[in-house]
């Protein structure tokens, strides 16, 4: 999986994300929410945003696996 120059997401996350065309979870929130180095007492909105955001992103790279495990069954 190939690295954005500034972002901790892959190119296939971001395709992902896309795809998906979540009103919320768009490429610049789940970023923003990455990038969040406070915590709950000094901002507690943003660590609850991130949070969210680090739930959404899991689900996003188990749907690039499967997609992944899918095309290499087809190719065998």
Do not use: H, W
């Not at 972002?7 to 994300?17: C, D, P, R």
């Not at 795809?19 to 709950?40: R, S």
């Amino acid at each position: 999986m190939a690295k954005t120059n500034n972002s901790k997401l892959t190119k296939e996350e971001i395709q992902i994300i896309k795809e998906l065309k979540d009103k919320l979870f768009t490429v610049d929130y789940i970023e923003n929410c990455m990038a969040f180095t406070g915590n709950i007492l000094t901002n507690a909105p943003m660590a609850l945003m991130a949070a969210q955001a680090y739930g959404f992103l899991p689900a996003c790279r188990r749907l690039l696996v499967f997609r992944l495990q899918k095309k290499q069954g087809k190719n065998q």
